[in-house]
């Protein structure tokens, strides 16, 4: 019958569970993210694969019937910009599954009250108190039906993040900005779906802890890092030997050094906020025309899975096809492929550990993915004398403590500047490394940062960043 079919696997359950006898007791420490399987040795294994054939032929029917599955509630920090946007596409196409139960944007107040008439969330939230007024205004006249709660500021993004009804808080504020938001959600114990690269950056030190200690996942929202966890799924967390993490090279990887000298600071600029491959924001296309970003993501990798440093390696990859791998102890390397689109870690994290229905052609020409059609696939190593923010990466994850948190504030800094003409692209990368230099110089380095540290040192190098821009008196 039925109900002994649910009862043998029931039995089956309890015998592979992770912790009962002849499993594997969990570790004090580790990565945040591995696959979730069960561990046993050999003691308890033929009683569970005996059980397990029970199971295939008493639950046959059982497991035949349709599932029923509840909607799972998601909140978004950052639901304006271009991973929320994308992420609220996913959920668009999978309503049956999901409900939008609060957003938090930016600026763009129109676009976020758009968001919110058509998603219905409990709550919304903005930066500044003008803008709320505005969005409730916009949300009353239009559907007087619909009254959610507006919130501003720091804490309203906090409330967001943390709201009661959320299963999974989706964060991809760019820069620091996301640090708070973040460690409220994990102190409600939410779900983090991770799109927010500062978050592990800045505050790992504090953030790693802390969701360990609420037994809360923290989901990747970014190409390499979903590749790199896909790649785990099966396989213990003591069988990996490295990570491989790989990169287009961005929009300079066909000239060399002398080359980029040779272009003007309106040519360089022009080029760094293009990307040959993704669509991405302004900030992170620039961050991977200079390498950064892959520096970034290897620092995200070690909090993540709690690799070491000189376990990361980082590979040129221009057709971005391959999104990472993992090279396990017997030597076998498993990798993801997929088109250059980032709904596909969307739609990985919101949906784990289901995998969704979705039919995803590539972003720009809408061709179908068929490994037969991709014609050659190159590997290269990075030429560093180009792209030294990746060692200045490494270095600055190896020092530890507060120096990943200054590193990432100076060079947002730095791209800001960039971005709007105050500072050239070749610049950056030096500039960065003196403000480095200034924190090890001045003692501004703190080695077992708590939260307050960590936003002060964000802080330190913003301003330091901010003296060295000025005092430069504009591009050459």
């Known amino acids: 019958s039925s109900m002994q079919a649910f009862f043998a696997f029931a039995v089956c359950v309890g015998a592979l569970r992770p912790g009962l006898r002849g499993a594997t007791a969990p570790a004090a420490v580790g990565p945040l993210l591995h696959a979730e399987w069960p561990s046993f040795t050999s003691e308890g294994g033929g009683l569970a ?23 799972k509630s998601v909140s978004i920090v950052g639901s304006t910009g271009s991973v929320g946007t994308q992420a609220l596409e996913v959920i668009r196409s999978h309503r049956e599954m999901f409900d939008v139960v609060a957003l938090a944007g930016g600026r763009n107040c129109e676009l976020l009250a758009q968001q919110a008439l058509e998603f219905r969330p409990d709550a919304v939230a903005v930066l500044r108190p003008d ?90 929202v970014d190409s390499e890092h979903s590749a790199i966890f896909q790649c785990l799924q099966g396989s213990p967390a003591d069988a990996v030997s490295r990570i491989i993490l790989t990169g287009s090279g961005g929009a300079f990887r066909g000239m060399t050094a002398d080359d980029l000298k040779m272009l003007s600071p309106d040519e360089l600029r022009k080029v760094a906020v293009t990307h040959p491959n993704w669509s991405m924001g302004a900030k992170i296309t620039v961050d991977s025309n200079s390498m950064m970003n892959k520096g970034l993501e290897v620092i995200e990798a070690h909090w993540l899975f709690d690799m ?45 550990p289901d995998r969704l229905p979705a039919a995803l052609r590539h972003p720009k020409s809408g061709d179908v993915f068929r490994l037969g059609d991709l014609g050659v696939l190159e590997f290269l190593q990075p030429d560093r004398e180009r792209f030294p923010c990746l060692d200045l990466a490494y270095h600055a994850g190896r020092t530890g403590g507060t120096a990943p948190a200054i590193m990432s504030a100076a060079n947002e800094e730095a791209v800001a500047a960039v971005l709007d003409g105050r500072l050239s692209f070749l610049d950056l990368p030096r500039l960065v490394t003196l403000v480095l230099d200034d924190a090890v110089r001045s003692g501004a380095l703190d080695s077992s940062p708590d939260l307050d540290a960590i936003v002060a040192a964000d802080a330190w190098g913003r301003a330091v960043m901010g003296r060295r821009i000025k005092g430069l008196g504009g591009v050459g």
């Open 131 to 220: 803008d709320a007024a505005y969005v409730a205004q916009v949300l009353r006249s239009t559907a007087p039906d619909y009254c959610p709660v507006v919130l501003c500021g720091v804490e309203g993004q906090s409330e967001v993040a943390a709201w009661k009804t959320a299963d999974i808080t989706l964060t991809s504020v760019v820069g620091c900005a996301g640090l708070l938001p973040t460690v409220h959600a994990i102190e409600a114990g939410k779900d983090i779906a991770l799109a927010n690269k500062e978050t592990l950056i800045a505050g790992g030190p504090v953030i790693a802890p802390l969701a360990r200690k609420a037994g809360v996942r923290v989901l990747p």
């Open 308 to 352: 070491p440093y000189d376990n990361i390696d980082v590979v040129v990859h221009p057709q971005s096809i391959v999104h990472s791998a993992v090279e396990f102890r017997d030597s076998s390397v498993i990798a993801q492929l997929g088109w250059p689109d980032m709904r596909l870690p969307v739609v990985y994290a919101l949906g784990y």
């Open 49 to 71: 694969v005996a059980i397990g054939i029970g199971v295939v032929l008493a639950a046959i029917k059982w497991r035949q019937r349709p599932a029923v599955r509840s909607k």
